[in-house]
């Protein structure tokens, strides 16, 4: 059984900052792409952020140089940065990853999402 936890959610006020956290855990064999995604009230799900075990990475142009994802592959675990948030930035935001459990093939797992409200 494979599951994803996020954590690092919150209500901040603009301008502020949070990072989100998310462990991967249970009988894993290996993890290729890690991201983050985001939805808010009466929108689609969308990216922010995807990083590759090599450490590649890919931003939505709208969080360019105000969010940075990173991973450590030893802890399994995905973070993302967000600095100088705005209230647009508000949404529940989702962690994914592309696993390989033992004995079966890649596929993609979701988190149960975090909530994150930019607000004064």
């Known amino acids: 059984q494979v599951q994803l936890v996020e954590s690092g959610g919150g209500l901040v006020q603009p301008g502020g900052s949070l990072r989100l956290s998310c462990a991967a855990s249970?009988?894993?064999?290996?993890?290729?792409?890690m991201g983050w995604y985001r939805q808010a009230p009466g929108k689609q799900r969308e990216l922010v952020a995807t990083?590759?075990?090599?450490?590649?990475?890919n931003y939505a142009d709208s969080v360019k140089g105000r969010f940075t994802i990173s991973r450590d592959n030893a802890k399994n675990t995905v973070y993302l940065q967000m600095n100088s948030l705005k209230p647009e930035h508000t949404a529940v935001y989702y962690c994914?990853?592309?696993?390989?459990?033992?004995?079966?093939?890649?596929?993609?797992?979701w988190g149960q999402g975090t909530q994150v409200t930019v607000s004064s």
């Open positions: 994914n990853a592309e696993i390989r459990a033992y004995g079966q093939r890649s596929k993609s797992y």
């Open positions: 249970g009988s894993i064999f290996s993890i290729n792409t």
């Open positions: 990083i590759t075990r090599d450490i590649t990475t």
